[in-house]
């Protein structure tokens, strides 16, 4: 089955920039790459997507790599409040029997003071 | 806007129950999938409805079960629970037409955690 594969923690210091890399060297043309993120006791949380170019929002930028085979997350500033397990994920229209989503096993996130 | 509400949160269960699980998404929300999260396999899919209709099925036995409201509510079924059938499982709903289905964002629940004893 398709994937995503992520590294399983990182470290970060308190406002300094973070990079979290993923891998999707099984993407379609018409895949979307996401991010999410899951804070404890929580159910995972948008953060960016995209499809071909390079996006920014308000809480993050989204790099994505000419030939769709890898993106990096990039958190700027992080903070204690960034700290979470961040999931990269394919989401297509009709995936069968892995349904509309394709994902790892995600990176977690530790941000130090 | 409310975001997607999930019920029971917590519940325990013992071997040979079975539970029912409930998700509302968020008004105008068509779509509603369900997750199985657990440490050792990560999240799971488990199933996709789409105005009433089963879109997709993930690769879980048929003891596992959903179903799609008028309303876009949706509810899953596990019968004969077994003990690896505790896990936290998740509702996420989004637009979602059928045509770039791909660019609309999910917004997940908070999920229902499940203890089979």
């Known amino acids: 089955d398709a994937k995503t594969t992520q590294p399983n923690s990182m470290e970060s210091n308190e406002e300094e920039p973070v990079h979290l890399p993923c891998n999707h060297s099984t993407i379609s043309g018409t895949d979307y790459i996401h991010w999410y993120r899951q804070l404890p006791s929580q159910g995972p949380e948008y953060v960016i997507h995209?499809?071909?170019s390079n996006v920014n929002n308000r809480m993050a930028s989204l790099a994505i790599a000419e030939d769709r085979k890898s993106s990096t997350l990039i958190l700027h500033r992080a903070t204690l409040r960034d700290a979470a397990v961040y999931y990269c994920?394919?989401?297509?229209?009709?995936?069968?029997?892995?349904?509309?989503?394709?994902f790892g096993k995600g990176t977690k996130l530790s941000v130090k003071p | 806007k409310a975001g997607v509400t999930q019920t029971p949160r917590y519940l325990i269960k013992t071997r040979g129950q079975q539970v029912t699980l409930s998700c509302s998404p968020i008004?105008?929300?068509?779509?509603v999938s369900w997750y199985q999260q657990t440490p050792g396999q990560g999240l799971q899919f488990l199933f996709e409805?789409?105005?009433?209709?089963?879109?997709n099925k993930g690769n879980f036995p048929g003891r596992f079960s959903g179903r799609q409201f008028s309303n876009s509510r949706s509810e899953m079924n596990v019968s004969t629970l077994e003990l690896g059938d505790s896990a936290l499982y998740l509702c996420?709903?989004?637009?979602?037409?059928?045509?770039?289905?791909?660019?609309?964002?999910?917004?997940f629940g908070a999920g229902s955690r499940l203890t089979v004893l």
């Open positions: 994920i394919l989401r297509r229209d009709y995936g069968g029997s892995q349904g509309n989503l394709i």
């Open positions: 996420a709903s989004s637009l979602d037409v059928s045509v770039r289905s791909g660019a609309n964002v999910l917004t």
């Open positions: 409805y789409f105005s009433e209709t089963q879109r």
């Open positions: 995209g499809l071909t």
């Open positions: 008004s105008g929300h068509r779509s």
